[in-house]
């Protein structure tokens, strides 16, 4: 068996001294991938003049162009010439001309698409559209099943490309929370079925291991750092019934960048009460083994840190009416019955709908039917020019009682719960269509209640450390002035030094009658239409649900008040707004 000698064995033992085994595993993973890189010789080359491949992705929070990402390496390993696009970047008059196309794409809340996607998507869906005879494609749909319309963007796309006369490379993929357990499957075959249609010389064996294991050493979403906690403490008045903190963790020696407009990932645990609640009820042992996809862990591992035990989920609810045979909860899930859904989904934990229908599971069963535990995603509330290598957080705590019951957010009672020094896994999820004006004189108009505030810190702290001579104009609101004045002494301290030169404000529940930020964006319509019309950037941060639609109607009423359009022409003029990436949203 070929080995090391001593002195490299000496070496690399001080070098992994300290590591965890999921660190370990990834360096085998990743030496692995060398050494077949190695033994292969290089990549081959693209045929000069063949056909190409291109890998279109639409994306919200970053998980459509992360997969559309590695799509585009597996390509590129197997020979294939391949371009990545973002949606907003395809001119309309490419799809005539197109022949290999694979696309990525995600569903946001109630069948929107992403806001980099808005164009194409009408544009494909529209009545230009072109017939698409040329075309061989396949479309792989990011969603959240917990919502009714599950990947509906994905859907509509792959169908309306083969209305439009193209051929399917591969059958629509429909991706969960859990993305990679479609999106792995779905990208070899998707990959394998474009390497045969082109005709690279690559052999298909290398795509896996190229495609998954990163070329250099850093921390991802797979394989995130484990952040010390500097600080975290309770920016709401206590006593309140609801709780928000702030969070500061350290990326010392991590090699973590990030920017402005960026997201932390934080892989939570579940709340240790949540996870004791599902033992007793299921009358299950927690150090009872679990094998599970080729991975062993005691049950209360595979509880706390693996299975999602907060977000119920159409598969989750078709388990329980298969195994329990409940006719009305099958009903449920018919595609007449989606308002039904909705509400179930927006009130229920999944523990919840196994009291009502409760079914003998076996731990092995329950690890099967329960979804993977996935990541929470925070938008950073901090700029690296101004804290150095920290990065804070604006969390708001999900906790409250329903049906008689305790309900608690994963990642916000995990957070709100961790201590100095503990550490906190994290990883960066860079958000290029939130980012600052690359020209520093532009002014910034920013729309962000509740802790939807988060990124507009980091913004005003980057503009006060780049001495950006842009103006910035912050509507913030929230329940009450008192309590609820998330980084009030920061904001009034920015306007004092002229960081920041305008503050609006709305608390929703001091008053009679509800205020919220877009009464002030109205009353103060003459002066921020003056500010885009001189090019200002809009940002809206916040709930997706309400907040961001009534915003965004509120900006279509003030341009046509303002701008003297009719409400169609004040449409179009806030969509070019969006598509010139003038309007960012980073809202959920
Ligand atoms: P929130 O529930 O959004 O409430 C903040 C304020 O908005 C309250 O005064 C609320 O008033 C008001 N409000 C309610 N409906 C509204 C509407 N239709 N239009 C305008 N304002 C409205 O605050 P939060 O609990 O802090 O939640 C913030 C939201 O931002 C969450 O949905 C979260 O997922 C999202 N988000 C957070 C981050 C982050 O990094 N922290 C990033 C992106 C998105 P009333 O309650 O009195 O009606």
């Known amino acids: 068996m070929a080995g090391v000698n001593g002195e490299t064995l000496a070496s690399l033992e001080q070098l992994v001294e300290g590591l965890g085994p999921a660190e370990l595993y990834w360096i085998a993973a990743w030496s692995a991938a060398r050494a077949e890189q190695r033994a292969h010789g290089p990549v081959p080359v693209a045929r000069p003049g063949g056909e190409r491949l291109t890998v279109l992705y639409g994306s919200q929070t970053g998980q459509a162009k992360r997969i559309a990402r590695q799509l585009s390496e597996g390509a590129e390993a197997a020979g294939l010439s391949v371009r990545l696009v973002r949606a907003d970047s395809y001119p309309p008059r490419e799809w005539s001309k197109e022949t290999h196309l694979l696309v990525v794409i995600s ?70 929370v859990d993305v990679d357990s479609v999106a792995s499957p779905w990208t070899e075959q998707a990959l394998e079925q474009a390497r045969q249609a082109l005709g690279s ?117 078709a388990a329980l009416a298969e195994a329990s ?58 700029s690296a020019k101004a804290v150095g290598e920290e990065v804070h957080l604006t969390v708001a705590v999900v906790d409250y009682h329903a049906h008689g019951e305790r309900y608690q957010g994963a990642a916000s009672t995990f957070l709100a719960a961790a201590v ?62 008192h309590s609820e004045f998330l980084y009030q002494v920061e904001w009034q301290a920015a306007l004092r030094e002229g960081s920041l030169h305008r503050l609006d404000l709305a608390f929703s529940r001091d008053s009679a009658a509800k205020v919220y930020v877009q009464q002030r964006l109205r009353e103060q319509g003459r002066e921020l239409y003056a500010w885009l019309q001189e090019g200002a950037h809009l940002y809206v941060c916040g709930d997706a649900s309400r907040m961001a639609k009534d915003v965004h109607a509120a900006l279509i009423d003030i341009a046509a008040m303002h701008g003297g359009r009719t409400p169609e022409q004040a449409k179009e003029w806030l969509s070019e707004l969006l598509q010139q990436g003038r309007y960012a949203r980073d809202v959920y």
């Open 201 to 317: 010389v690559a052999a298909p064996a290398r795509l896996t291991s190229l495609q998954s294991v990163p070329s250099h050493i850093a921390h991802s979403r797979e394989h995130p750092f484990a952040a010390a906690v500097l600080d975290n403490q309770r920016i709401v008045a206590s006593g309140h019934a609801r709780e928000v903190r702030h969070l500061e963790l350290s990326l010392e020696h991590s090699g973590l960048r990030y920017e402005p407009g960026d997201a932390v990932g934080v892989w939570p645990e579940n709340p240790p009460a949540l996870v004791d609640a599902w033992l007793t009820l299921l009358k299950l042992d927690g150090d009872q083994s679990v094998r599970h996809d080729g991975k062993e862990w005691p049950l209360r591992h595979w509880l706390s840190r693996e299975r999602e035990l907060t977000r119920l989920s159409r598969p989750l609810i």
């Open 420 to 481: 100095d020094d503990q550490r906190v896994p994290v990883f960066i999820e860079p958000n290029e269509r939130f980012r600052l004006p690359a020209d520093e004189a532009r002014d910034i108009i920013m729309i962000g209640p509740g802790t939807g505030v988060a990124p507009f810190r980091a913004f005003v702290q980057e503009r006060r450390e780049t001495a950006a001579r842009g103006r910035n104009w912050l509507f913030f609101g929230n329940r009450h002035f």
């Open 107 to 176: 569903t946001q809340g109630d069948a929107e698409p992403p806001d980099d996607a808005r164009g194409l998507v009408e544009f494909i869906l529209g009545k230009r559209a072109p017939r698409l005879p040329g075309l061989r494609y396949a479309v792989l749909g990011l969603g959240d099943s917990s919502y009714p319309q599950f990947c509906a963007i994905g859907r509509q796309l792959d169908a309306r490309l083969a209305e439009l006369g193209a051929t399917r490379l591969a059958p629509l993929g429909e991706a969960d």
């Open 325 to 382: 045979g409940d006719d009305a909860l099958a009903h449920v899930l018919r595609p007449n019955q989606s308002v039904r859904l909705a509400a179930l989904l927006a009130t229920d934990q999944p523990l919840d709908l196994w009291r009502r229908h409760p079914v003998a599971w076996s731990a092995e069963a329950l690890v099967g039917v329960l979804r993977p535990l996935t990541p929470r995603l925070y938008s950073i509330a901090s």
